[in-house]
């Protein structure tokens, strides 16, 4: 005798025909929201799925008409929160859309990318949105498939792939003009490792430096507190004549190079002046009073989001010339560049309301 589990099978299109004596035509045509029904029998049909507890397969209808409603999202990083902020402008821009969000990490890791998006293209998603991409152009093509996409961060230059970014060279640019003015001389630059293909903040920092007749000091880390931590322990037990004023690459290690220094029994901004860059939101924090470069990150997602909604949208999405958006950085300036930051002074932009630049 063969054995059951027990446990019930799930209703069928075919069990609600049978419930509702009509064809398995009729119960597709009613799921579907033909208007080719009658009344009559369109209440019949949703009377017997009710009962039976019948669930449409929203999937297989999706498929079915060419369309998922569903976007990838390939995130460098969950333990930064400058991409929740991107996440958060992604849901807002696409809260009406019909469309859902499906998410992965890539981990600064290529191969996790490339396998990250494969696997979206391979669930159909109908585009793909990627916030810190690391690996090349040719690899994501190549993943892609004809899928639509939008790169947040970088500029690929793929055909029908756009991009949206802010200006990272004005960044490492404005790191370095404000703690000039504030009469630092002696500048370092806590970037990022040497592999990873985002070299603007760098570019602008090298750029500002050079302008200014000033001696570039480069150390490399990863992206994280620990790392800025570590790296600036590292410089401490050298020995070597510290620098007055550090630029980070990112807020997390800006803060983990505030930390070391304040271990080591040094002020901030009194000894050495910190700067980072993204403005999430801790650096706003009176315990950390972080100066920020502010890249707009919401507006990243939101601008993205729109871009890959015009791009699936359009009759022929492929077809459309890839488009790169561009805002411009604010910098907001804290207590550990300047002890004076908390005082009103004549054109200085308000901390808690930066104002994306222009496109």
């Given amino acids: 005798m063969k054995e059951t589990s027990g446990v019930p099978r799930p209703a069928t299109m075919a069990d609600v025909a049978r419930n509702a004596g009509v064809s398995r035509a009729l119960v597709s045509l009613v799921m579907r929201d033909s ?11 949703e009377a017997s799925a009710s009962a039976l507890g019948y669930s449409p397969n929203r ?25 929740a902020d991107i996440y958060d402008g992604i849901t807002e821009a696409l809260e009406s859309s019909g469309n859902q969000v499906m998410v992965a990490v890539g981990s600064a890791d290529p ?21 810190g991409y690391t690996g090349s152009a040719s690899d994501l093509a190549a993943a892609l498939r004809g899928t639509d996409a939008v790169v947040i961060t970088r500029d690929l230059e793929l055909p029908g792939v756009d991009s949206v ?7 490492g640019a404005l790191a370095v003009e404000h703690l000039h003015g504030l009469g630092h001389r002696r500048i370092a630059h806590v970037d990022i490792s040497e592999w990873i293909p985002y070299t603007a903040r760098r570019e602008g920092y090298l750029h500002a430096m050079k302008d200014l007749g000033l001696a570039p000091l480069l150390v490399h880390s990863d ?24 630029f980070a690459h990112n807020d997390l290690t800006a803060i983990g190079v505030m930390e070391a220094l304040m271990a080591a029994g040094l002020r901030v901004p009194e000894d050495v002046a910190v700067v980072g860059c993204d403005n999430i939101e801790v ?3 009176p315990l950390i009073g972080l100066t920020s470069i502010d890249q707009h990150p919401a507006e990243l997602g939101r601008l993205a989001a729109r871009a890959m909604l015009d791009r699936i ?13 561009k805002l411009e950085p604010v910098l907001l300036v804290r207590r550990s560049s300047d002890p004076a930051a908390g005082k009103p002074m004549p054109g200085r932009l308000p901390p808690e309301e930066p104002q994306p630049g222009g496109l």
């Fill in 35 to 45: 208007p080719k029904v009658s009344p009559a029998r369109r209440a019949a049909v």
């Fill in 59 to 83: 999937l297989a209808s999706r498929l079915a008409s060419r369309r998922t409603r569903t976007i990838g999202v390939l995130f460098l990083d969950l333990h930064n929160s400058v991409f």
């Fill in 111 to 131: 191969r996790t990318e490339i396998e990250a998006v494969r696997n979206f293209v391979d669930l159909r998603v109908d585009g793909v949105i990627l916030a």
């Fill in 165 to 171: 970014m802010t200006n990272d060279f004005r960044s």
């Fill in 223 to 246: 992206m994280t507190e620990r790392g800025g931590r570590a790296v600036m322990e590292q410089f401490l037990a050298s020995g070597a004549e510290l620098p007055t004023a550090v």
């Fill in 283 to 285: 650096a706003a924090s």
């Fill in 313 to 325: 949208d359009g009759a022929d999405g492929a077809g459309v010339p890839a488009v790169s958006r």
